[in-house]
């Protein structure tokens, strides 16, 4: 593979002076998730690098991804109960399974003394691309194309850029303050996926398409959740944690359009897709909603990732993320009808060549930063000195 150096050199160097700096106020997490993290990780053989911790839990995702892609490709199966019962329980597994390896690496990499930036930034890269899969994932057991009881393709897509742009959030306020204010949202909805999955493997999927009180159904009151979360939740307590870094003087950024600056390439990404969704002559959501879904999810991560390196290493975020460009030039030939037949063609190409950019972004880095720092990725060895 063709390595190219994404990191500028300035970017090491920061590197070389990172300190990792996080607080985490989650009762669900402080009282009851930690003490089961701290006893699992004891269990974990001292050799075994925190990194393929990481690398495990995110494969399991993606093979729980494509077992659902294989059962319910257009996120119809469910209500028509055509999924293995069996589906719902690796599903309940895989998501703990990566839930509990993405809480424990950091734990066992203080345990065996091999903290490194790299694999906070291998931890926190995963986790950008990961989000979208937990959440795609979830879809297969409540979607409903068409809208009502379950969830349609328009909300799903808003469903997923709620709970991508809330992990921006989270990064922004980082690049910002320098500390990382874990969300609350994060353990909470990992364990209502784990017992959604064990409720539908029990009970049946039947579940999720009977109206609760007021003839409310599940997916209605969960869309409903994540927004007020959102609004009266995530956003004033990440604009508190900034406005007291304010007060203490401790900013990192010294101007309003530098402290802004990580939020122009998302909010410009969520604008043309919105775009494309909404003005698509063939109705490419409707069309293939896991497809797009995906897209949408390898985008942002490709997206996200270079904040982190930016916040990561103390260096200014870019302006406008490449991957813009040739989506803009898609989206306006698609939806001024210069595309024609050809747009699902496009769109797939498009999906397929982001998703390769993104992997060879993700391998050349992690090369990258292995050789500066001198340790492998995978392994507790040290890298031979050149």
């Known amino acids: 593979m063709l390595q190219l150096r994404y990191v500028t050199e300035e970017q090491l160097a920061g590197f070389d002076q990172y300190q990792y700096s996080a607080v985490d106020t989650n009762p669900l997490s ?54 293995p ?23 066992h990499a203080r345990r065996t003394q091999s903290s490194s930036p790299l694999g906070e930034l291998f931890d926190h890269g995963l986790d950008s691309w990961a989000t979208s899969l937990f959440t795609i994932s979830w879809f297969s057991v409540c979607a409903s194309p068409g809208g009502s009881p379950g969830l349609s393709e328009h909300t799903m897509f808003l469903f997923l850029s709620i709970v991508l742009l809330n992990f921006m959030l989270s990064h922004w306020e980082k690049y910002n303050t ?4 874990l969300p609350w949202g994060y353990d909470l909805s990992q364990v209502t996926l784990v017992t959604g999955y064990l409720l539908t493997a029990i009970v049946g999927v039947e579940i999720w398409y009977k109206p609760l009180v007021f003839g409310y ?51 410009l990404l969520f604008s043309l897709l919105t775009v494309w969704v909404a003005l698509s002559p063939c109705n490419i959501l409707i069309k293939q909603p896991r497809l797009f879904l995906f897209m949408v999810g390898v985008a942002f991560s490709s997206v996200a990732c270079r904040v982190i390196v930016c916040q990561m290493s103390n260096t200014r975020s870019e302006s406008f993320h490449y991957l813009l460009f040739p989506l803009a030039l898609v989206v306006f030939a698609a939806v001024t009808g210069l595309l024609g037949r050809l747009e699902e063609s496009v769109f797939m ?38």
């Not at 077992?67 to 996120?75: A, G, H, M, R």
């Not at 320098?178 to 204010?181: A, E, I, K, R, S």
């Not at 508190?240 to 909010?267: F, G, M």
């Open 85 to 107: 019962n069996w589906v719902w329980w690796f599903a309940a597994l895989s998501t703990f399974s990566a839930y509990a390896l993405d809480s424990i690496d950091g734990k």
């Open 178 to 181: 320098g500390v990382l204010f």
């Open 217 to 267: 159904y599940v997916t209605t009151v969960s869309l409903t959740l994540i927004i007020a979360c959102s609004v009266f939740l995530s956003l004033p307590q990440t604009f508190y944690n900034i406005y007291t870094a304010y007060q203490r003087k401790t900013l990192k950024q010294d101007s309003l359009y530098e402290a802004l600056l990580p939020l122009v390439s998302p909010a």
């Open 349 to 386: 190409a498009f999906t397929a060549l982001t998703t390769m950019a993104h992997v060879h972004y993700g391998v050349c880095v992690g090369r990258q930063l292995s050789q500066h720092l001198n340790i492998h990725i995978f392994s507790m060895k040290k890298r031979a000195q050149e």
């Open 30 to 83: 402080v009282y009851v998730m930690q003490h089961l993290w701290n006893r699992i990780v004891k269990i974990v053989p001292l050799w075994i690098a925190p990194n393929l911790l990481t690398f495990s839990g995110f494969l399991l995702l993606l093979i729980n991804y494509f077992v659902l892609s294989f059962y319910d490709w257009d996120y119809t199966a469910s209500g028509s109960q055509l999924i």
